[in-house]
């Protein structure tokens, strides 16, 4: 990944934090979009702390004109972008008859239609990029029933089939590729009561939550050459859960 730019939103904490870290780790040029300004700007230093390369930009990724910022800051700063990794998500959990309307609206704002939009407005810079990767923070959730996370359900299989969808539309000039994320051990699971936790994982056949270090380690692959040949698909990271 050497001195390829990566945009990563959701990067101040959890996955996105450690995919930056990897990202700039393999060399890439990584602007970390969050609307955490300190978490985002700690991970930038931490970064840069190294040796490596990268910037933050406050970005609520439910708006489309923090999302536009995002990219020509990304232009100014760095003369080009390879990689857009949409890894921002909003989860209110509810069962769907408890869901707000304005929940519902608010998940999809930060989980779905970003996905869409940031993608969107990306595409031409992508496009001139010889190795031009939309990555998409999916989740298990978009292949098998959870209750009680309505919006978030629906948002995340919307976010897999937007990725098979795009896939179709870009290939051969840019792949397009989700991860689909088990249980893994980031501040978001902290909202999780600890016995509604410890029965999940009682599920998961490697009997652990995963590492966001493990999901990083697949993103970096994935976006990748070493995956050229990788579109239109989810790579399930769960420590075996849907193959139960």
Known sequence: MQDRVA?????????????ALRFAEEGAAVVIADIN?????????????????????????????DLSNMIDVTL??????????????????AAARDTSND???????????????????????????????ILNTASIHSIVGLAGNAAYQAAKGGVLSL??????????KVRVVAILPGAIDTPSTQDVPADEHAAFLRQVPMARAGQPEEIASVAAFLAS?????????GIVVDGGYTSR
């Open 7 to 19: 945009i990563i939103t959701g990067a101040a904490s959890g996955i996105g934090r450690a995919t």
């Open 37 to 65: 300004r300190a978490g985002g700007s700690a991970c930038a230093h931490e970064i840069a702390d190294a040796g490596g390369r990268a910037i933050f930009v406050e970005t609520d990724v439910s708006s489309e004109t």
């Open 76 to 93: 100014r700063m760095y003369g080009h972008l390879d990689i857009l990794h949409n890894n921002a998500f909003r989860n209110e959990a």
């Open 103 to 133: 929940a519902w609206q608010r998940t999809l704002a930060v989980t779905l239609t970003p996905v869409w939009q940031a993608s969107k407005l990306a595409l031409p810079h992508l496009l001139q990029s010889p190795g031009g990767v």
């Open 163 to 172: 990725t098979r969808a795009m896939s179709l539309e870009l290939a051969p």
């Open 225 to 233: 050459d070493e995956a050229s040949y990788i579109t239109g698909t």
